[in-house]
């Protein structure tokens, strides 16, 4: 029952992002809304599936394995059951920040992740295009990080939820107010800060990993916030024609020849000037 309400408050939120950001848009789109919703609707629709027949029963399985047993760092330590959500939920949203970094580091896992990459627009209908091979493989992530944690059901729910949806949030077009965003982005991770992780310049794809916190990203100096959105180019440079995002072509995309990623069609790399990222962290900038 839990669920359904979940399912149903995430469905509430996509709405509402996609309402605001057709009326206050932070980045300009370039057209072709259409076909994109089409393709981002599929991979998503087959993501959620493969979510729903193997993540969700796998981690709920390990869930009871890890309580009955018991087994997992939890029950190692006794702590207040407060406490224990608090932590719990943290090393979550942690531990999804490091399995984001093995997305992009392991060469195997960025041919499925790169195709949540390629989407030419970011917008809150990339916020679930993912390849249904890449949600096959987190169940193995899943299965190992709520065993080793020891989770509660009540912590992996709640955390579930945020994580839905500040997976909406942060991959919306919507334009916040920048002091607003600054403000939400001491803790949360921001349409803004997202904005620089689908950049074509690979620096910025590689950086700012985090899910639902930002402090993963300070910790580990992985956090670039002083990019413009105006100045973004979004997408993966090797595959910014018209035809890359067809939906038979993004299926297929992890199993073919893989293209040269950070080369443009033209040969060229994508960058920024000297003014550019280079790693700087700074504060978020219009
Ligand atoms: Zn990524």
């Known amino acids: 029952m839990v669920s359904v309400y979940a399912l149903l408050a995430v469905l509430a939120i996509f709405v509402v992002l996609f309402a605001i950001e057709r009326l206050f848009p932070l980045r300009e789109s370039r057209g072709g ?5 089409i393709v981002n609707g599929i991979l998503s629709g087959l993501a959620f599936f ?5 993540v969700r029963p796998s ?18 330590v006794s702590m207040p059951m407060w406490a224990q959500f608090i932590i719990g939920f943290l090393l979550l949203d942690l531990s999804f920040y490091y399995w984001h970094v093995l ?3 392991v060469p195997l896992l960025w041919r499925f992740h790169n195709v949540h990459h390629i989407d030419p627009e970011l917008d809150v209908s990339t916020g679930f295009r993912f390849h249904f091979g890449e949600v096959l493989f987190s169940t193995v992530f899943r299965v190992i990080q709520v065993s080793i944690l020891g989770i ?25 107010p920048l002091r607003l965003e600054r403000l939400l982005n ?9 904005g620089i992780h689908h950049s074509q310049v690979q620096g910025e794809t590689n950086s700012n990993f985090g899910v639902v916190f930002r402090w993963w990203d300070k910790l580990h100096r992985t956090l670039g916030l002083n990019v413009p959105q105006g100045k973004i180019e979004i997408g993966i440079p090797a595959y910014i024609l018209p035809g890359d995002n067809k939906l038979w072509r993004t299926l297929f995309l992890p199993f073919v020849k893989q293209r040269d990623y950070w080369r443009k069609p033209d040969g060229s790399l994508a960058q920024r000037g000297a003014a550019g990222f280079q790693g700087k962290t700074s504060k978020l900038a219009e």
């Open 33 to 37: 809304l259409l076909s994109r919703l």
């Open 50 to 54: 493969i979510a729903a027949v193997s």
């Open 59 to 76: 981690a709920l399985r390990a869930l009871n394995w890890a309580s009955e047993k018991p087994f997992g760092l939890f029950h190692l």
């Open 103 to 105: 997305n992009h580091k």
């Open 152 to 176: 509660s059901f009540t912590t992996f729910a709640a955390y579930e939820l945020v994580f839905q949806a500040n997976t909406l949030f942060h991959h919306s077009n919507v334009r916040l």
């Open 186 to 194: 001491t803790v949360l991770v921001t349409p803004r800060m997202h």
